[in-house]
Nanobody, 114 residues
Framework: QVQLVESGGGLVQPGGSLRLSCVAS????????MGWYRQAPGKQRELVAVITIGGITNYEDSVKGRFTISRDNAKNTVYLQMNSLKPEDTAVYYC????????WGQGTQVTVSS
């Protein structure tokens, strides 16, 4: 069973940056469009960034221009570069296929606060 392990979260001040990583236990990234999701307290999990097999990216409106998703298939890793972070970006961040078809990992907590 594929395992997804997210890392790179932390506490950052507004306007700061973080880079999240997601490593898969198997070579799946070349087979699926991958996405980064987030879930804030009391809210549903939402998809914020997607990267297709061909490298085309798409973003939820609130993160456009601030977040960048990328992938390294050879390393079984997907990244999310987050810049100009805002308090409303505070959430647990997860990676998964675009359809959320893999078992969910534990996520990585991102807290944006002064």
């Amino acid at each position: 069973q594929v395992q997804l392990v997210e890392s790179g979260g932390g506490l950052v001040q507004p306007g700061g940056s973080l880079r999240l990583s997601c490593v898969a236990s198997e070579s799946i990234f070349s087979l699926y469009a991958m996405g980064w999701y987030r879930q804030a307290p009391g809210k549903q999990r939402e998809l914020v960034a997607v990267i297709t097999i061909g490298g085309i990216t798409n973003y939820e409106d609130s993160v456009k221009g601030r977040f960048t998703i990328s992938r390294d298939n050879a390393k079984n890793t997907v990244y999310l570069q987050m810049n100009s972070l805002k308090p409303e970006d505070t959430a647990v961040y997860y990676c998964n296929t675009q359809g959320g078809t893999m078992p969910w990992g534990q996520g990585t907590q991102v807290t944006v606060s002064s």
